[in-house]
């Protein structure tokens, strides 16, 4: 997956794919996806660091095929890990009839830096 619109990139360390650790330390990851669409379907998240498999996202299903997705994460890093988010999706995305927001964050708990 990636992202267009970027509104906080401290120290440019995510390139709107990949999330770089500036630091060794423990970090919380949080991403979610909301679908309206007219049609059956299921969008899922999967995060994985250095390309290992870290977490799966958990879905509601909401009235009127309306399905939040969401996908929270707390791992230790190393300085230049890399965490990326994946979409599984089983339904046309780009329709006219699909309505789809997606949100990323990710953020430094603690650093182990010594």
């Given at each position: 997956?990636?992202?267009?619109?970027?509104?906080?990139?401290?120290?440019?360390?995510?390139?709107?794919?990949?999330?770089?650790?500036?630091v060794r330390g423990i970090y919380?990851?949080?991403?979610?996806?909301?679908?309206?669409?007219?049609?059956?379907?299921?969008?899922?998240?999967?995060?994985?660091?250095?390309?290992?498999?870290?977490?799966?996202?958990?879905?509601?299903?909401?009235?009127?095929?309306?399905?939040?997705?969401?996908?929270?994460?707390?791992?230790?890093?190393?300085?230049?890990?890399?965490?990326?988010?994946?979409?599984?999706?089983?339904l046309t995305m780009y329709r006219?009839?699909?309505?789809?927001?997606?949100?990323?964050?990710?953020?430094?708990?603690?650093?182990t830096v010594e």
């Open positions: 997956m990636s992202w267009k619109n970027i509104h906080y990139n401290y120290d440019g360390h995510f390139d709107g794919s990949i999330f770089t650790a500036p919380s990851f949080l991403a979610t996806t909301h679908v309206k669409e007219q049609h059956t379907g299921f969008v899922g998240l999967v995060c994985y660091v250095n390309n290992n498999y870290l977490a799966d996202s958990t879905a509601i299903q909401r009235p009127e095929n309306e399905r939040i997705n969401t996908l929270q994460a707390v791992v230790q890093l190393n300085k230049n890990d890399k965490v990326k988010l994946e979409g599984k999706m089983f006219n009839n699909v309505a789809y927001q997606s949100y990323y964050e990710g953020r430094l708990v603690y650093s």
